[in-house]
């Protein structure tokens, strides 16, 4: 009987690379023979995984840990993850967390929890972060109809805003063949998708222990990849520009997994604030990615990442900002506004920006984003594309993203659920995704 059995449940917060990473953790729970719950259920565990990119994480994680004691306050509550990793005392600190774990001690949970008894106050575990080099591969399954595939972690570069290298480590990737083994094993699970993460994806190859040599490029791991039975989408999540090689992108227009689809973080369309940033491109070389990427897939969905607000980013260069990415032929915007965050130089840097006026550019970006994916999504119409549907009931449809990232929807149809069909999109519908027709349907 399971009557007995411990019940685990999780909550993730921020990137695809930390969904991997739960589920990494959930299956090590599974093993050690607890039973998997939902988050709104009641469980014996609640393990938070954190993340340190945004000024809400905080607030974030504490309504989480308010949920999980409402439904159980005798629950063993664990934080987990990056925000873990870079303020423990401050995780711990807060009412019912029992136990910290930095970047390392994570995948090794399941050895903190066999003491079960709720602590009057919270364990750190948090690892001096230059130990956290080796490397624990992930992925995800089961959760989702994609799986999300880790190959790489940590980042050498030095952006000046950001906490990820503190809180993660250097660079290190998993080895070429444990990749094609993991990804042999998702697509062995009926799995359509498989989201290839990373914290810089695009420095794959420097070994497990982060050596400085390559060992292998992110160029030769997806022809290895591409070459994988069985696996029938590939999708590369997040790239830095200066990493996305021309020969990268050939290969993907030519390729028989990898869909035509590309997130290339930007921050700023101002050379100034870019060199301000420490990141190690100028708008000429994003601005020949996009190009080279519209000349061999013209079709191909490009999302960009951009930062509003950074010290000393002045009205003229928000709008060098606002017009470049006006200008260029992309799809989407993720739009961040910027937050000080510790022990970065770009917390001390002089002429902060006043926090009503980040909202503002926030939200002029948000704008452009709509316009942008709207005139994307108009494109698109009347071509023949190949959708993967997803799992929910969401008002009567179905939705699910062709190849290309376009969000479609249909009338529910269970056994269209983790299916992929041939299709053509018909015309936007009013809340913004696209409907569609089946092609090749037996009459």
């Known amino acids: 009987m399971t009557e007995n059995r411990k019940k685990v449940a999780f909550y993730t917060l921020g990137c695809k690379l930390n969904f991997s990473e739960t589920s990494t953790i959930a299956r090590n729970f599974q093993n050690e023979g607890f ?72 995948f090794k949970i399941t050895d903190y929890i066999n ?50 290298p503190l809180a993660r480590g250097i660079s290190r990737s998993d080895t070429l063949q444990n990749v094609l083994t993991n990804a042999k094993e998702i697509s062995q699970q009926n799995i359509k998708e498989i989201v290839l993460t990373g914290v810089n994806i695009g420095d794959y190859g420097k070994g497990e222990f982060g050596n400085k040599k390559h060992e292998h490029t992110f160029y030769e791991l997806v022809q290895e990849l591409d070459k994988v039975e ?28 990898f869909v035509p689809h590309f997130h290339i973080p930007l921050q700023s369309g101002s050379n100034d604030i870019l060199k301000k940033m420490k990141r190690r491109y100028l708008r000429e070389v994003y601005t020949e990615r996009v190009n080279k990427i519209r000349e061999v897939m013209p079709h191909a969905c490009i999302g960009v990442d951009v ?85 929910e009931n969401k008002e009567g449809y179905i939705h699910g993203f062709t190849e290309n990232y376009v969000k479609v929807k249909t009338p529910w149809n269970p056994e269209l659920v983790n299916t992929l069909h041939e299709i053509n999109l018909t015309k936007i519908d009013d809340d913004g995704s696209v409907r569609l027709e089946f092609l090749n349907v037996e009459a």
Not at 65 to 70: L, S
């Open 115 to 164: 003491d079960l008894s709720k602590n009057d106050f919270g364990e750190v575990h948090s690892c001096e972060i230059s130990e956290a080099d080796f490397y624990v591969g992930s992925y995800s399954i089961g959760d989702r109809t994609r799986a999300f595939l880790k190959v790489q972690d940590g980042c050498d570069y030095k952006c000046t805003y950001c906490t990820i």
């Open 307 to 391: 930062i509003v607000g950074f010290p000393g980013e002045t009205d003229e260069h928000f709008l060098e900002t606002y017009n470049f990415l006006n200008e260029m032929d992309i799809s989407y915007l993720h739009v961040f506004t910027y937050s000080e965050r510790d022990n970065t130089e770009a917390a001390n840097m002089p002429n902060p920006v006043p926090a009503n006026v980040r909202a503002k550019r926030s939200k002029m970006l948000r704008g452009l984003s709509v316009k942008k994916r709207r005139a994307f999504y108009e494109s698109q119409i009347g071509t023949n594309r190949t959708v993967l549907f997803e799992g």
């Open 35 to 106: 039973d998997r719950v939902e988050f709104e259920e009641i469980a014996d565990i609640y393990v938070i995984n954190t993340c340190s990119v945004t000024e809400n994480a905080d607030k974030q994680f504490k309504q989480v840990v308010k949920k999980a004691m409402k439904l159980n306050d005798k629950a063993f509550v664990a934080a987990v993850g990056c925000y873990a990793q870079l303020k423990p005392e401050e995780l711990a600190s807060v009412d019912g967390v029992d136990l910290v774990l930095g970047a390392t001690e994570k």
């Open 230 to 257: 069985g696996i029938e989408r590939l999708r590369i999540s997040s790239i830095e520009p200066n990493l996305l090689r021309n020969e990268t992108i050939e290969f993907v227009s030519k390729s028989r997994t």
